[in-house]
């Protein structure tokens, strides 16, 4: 059972990434996946969930720029990052959580059982 997160970088302020996070010898379809960062100035901060029915919940500093999507016959996630911001810098996590609400996620690290190894992404401004 692992997750692989990758798709991070070096963009410059007002660009964009995608960021994937690919799982293997498990399926995603039972499964909330949210996206953390972490920096060591803030540490962990919740960005982004979506449910296993695909509700999705972001925190406010991403809304209207950060997607967050799910492909269940690829077990992958994404968060697509729109307007990046230099304080989006930081490194990003994938995480699952097997919740048994289909249509609930949370922005709380302690719900989530697997992680992912991290991608960094670097804003310039």
């Known amino acids: 059972v692992q997750l692989q997160a990758s798709g991070g970088g070096l963009v410059q302020s007002g660009g964009s990434l995608r960021l994937s996070c690919a799982a293997s010898?498990?399926?995603?379809?039972?499964?909330?996946i949210g996206w953390f960062r972490q920096t060591p100035q803030k540490g962990r901060e919740g960005v982004s969930c979506?449910?296993?029915?695909?509700?999705?919940y972001s925190t406010d500093s991403v809304k209207g720029r950060f997607t967050i999507s799910r492909d269940d016959a690829k077990s992958t996630a994404y968060l697509q990052m729109n307007n990046l911001k230099p304080e989006d810098t930081a490194i990003y996590y994938c995480?699952?959580?097997?919740?048994?609400?289909?249509?609930?996620?949370?922005?709380?690290?302690?719900?989530?059982?697997?992680w992912g190894q991290g991608t960094q992404v670097t804003v310039s401004s």
């Open positions: 979506i449910s296993r029915d695909g509700s999705t």
């Open positions: 995480a699952t959580d097997q919740t048994r609400l289909a249509n609930a996620c949370y922005l709380f690290d302690l719900e989530y059982d697997s």
């Open positions: 010898g498990f399926t995603l379809d039972n499964y909330a």
